[in-house]
C-alpha cells in the first residue's frame, strides 16, 4: 500500500481553469504539507495542515486554496490557472508538526498550457 | 530563516568512483539535517537524518553524510557509486524560526544536485 498518494500523477489543463489536486496517507499522522517543485527541480513549501488546522502558509498566491476534511487527507484546489503555475507539487506529511521525518507522495505534475 | 546551499548542480561519475556532495546550512544552533533522494519520476525517500550525537551518519544504500558544526556543513558521501545511484539529491534543513508554535518544523531544502552515474 502506498503510503501517501497523490492524484491524478499528471495533469494538462488551459490558463484560466480551476483544478484540483488530492492526497491521502494511510500512515496515521497528524501532519500533512504541499510542496511545489519548479523547473530547476527547487522545491519549497507551500501549506501546512496539523489535524485539519492550517498551520503553515507561505507567500502563496491565494488562488491557491488547500482543504483538509480530516487528518489524513489534503487536497489543493487551484483556481484561475496560470502558466507559471507549472510544476510538480508534492503531497508529504509527517507524524506531527515537528517533522522530523516527512514521507512524500509520487508527486503531480501540473502542465499549463 | 535558515537556507540551504548545495554547490554541485550537476555531477557525473562513472561507476565505482567516489562520491561527496557539498551541503551547507546558514546558521548555527541546533539543527536537524536531511538527505533526501529523489530517483527518476519517482517520490522523495530519505536516506539519512541528523538529529544528535555522532555526527557521522550512516543512512541507507551505503550512503553517509558528515555533519561539520564548524563549517555549517553536511556532506553526503558514498566510497563507491552505482548506476542505480543516477538521481537528484537534496539536502534539508528543518526550520523552527518564525514560526507562531515553536514546535512547527519546516523542510527548507537545497536547490538539488543531479547525479549522473555511468556504466
Known amino acids: 500500500d502506498t503510503a501517501v498518494s497523490q492524484t491524478p500523477k499528471y495533469l494538462v489543463t488551459q490558463m484560466g481553469n480551476d483544478k484540483s489536486i488530492k492526497c491521502e496517507q494511510n500512515l496515521g499522522h497528524d501532519t500533512m504539507y504541499w510542496y511545489k517543485q519548479d523547473s530547476k527541480k527547487f522545491l519549497k513549501i507551500m501549506f501546512s495542515y496539523n489535524n485539519k488546522e492550517l498551520i503553515i502558509n507561505e507567500t502563496v498566491p491565494n488562488r491557491f486554496s488547500p482543504k483538509s476534511p480530516d487528518k489524513a487527507h489534503l487536497n489543493l484546489h487551484i483556481n484561475s490557472l496560470e502558466l507559471g503555475d507549472s510544476a510538480v507539487y508534492f503531497c508529504a506529511s509527517s507524524q506531527d508538526q515537528s517533522n522530523t521525518e516527512a514521507f512524500f507522495g509520487q508527486g503531480t505534475r501540473l502542465t499549463v498550457v | 530563516a535558515q537556507s540551504v546551499s548545495q554547490h554541485n548542480h550537476h555531477v557525473i561519475l562513472s561507476e565505482a568512483a567516489s562520491l561527496e556532495l557539498g551541503c551547507n546550512y546558514s546558521y548555527g544552533g541546533t539543527v536537524n539535517l536531511f538527505w533526501y533522494v529523489q530517483y527518476p519520476g519517482q517520490h522523495l525517500q530519505l536516506l539519512l537524518k541528523?538529529?544528535?550525537?555522532?555526527?557521522l551518519v550512516k543512512g541507507i544504500k551505503g550512503f553517509e553524510a558528515e555533519f561539520i558544526k564548524s563549517k555549517f556543513s553536511f556532506n553526503l558521501r558514498k566510497p563507491s557509486v552505482q548506476w542505480s545511484d543516477t538521481a537528484e539529491y537534496f539536502c534539508?534543513?528543518?526550520?523552527?524560526?518564525?514560526?507562531?508554535?515553536?514546535?512547527?518544523?519546516?523542510?527548507?531544502f537545497g536547490q538539488g544536485t543531479t547525479l549522473q552515474v555511468k556504466p
Open positions: 534539508a534543513v528543518l526550520d523552527f524560526s518564525g514560526r507562531k508554535r515553536s514546535n512547527t518544523g519546516k523542510l527548507i
Open positions: 541528523y538529529f544528535s550525537g555522532d555526527p
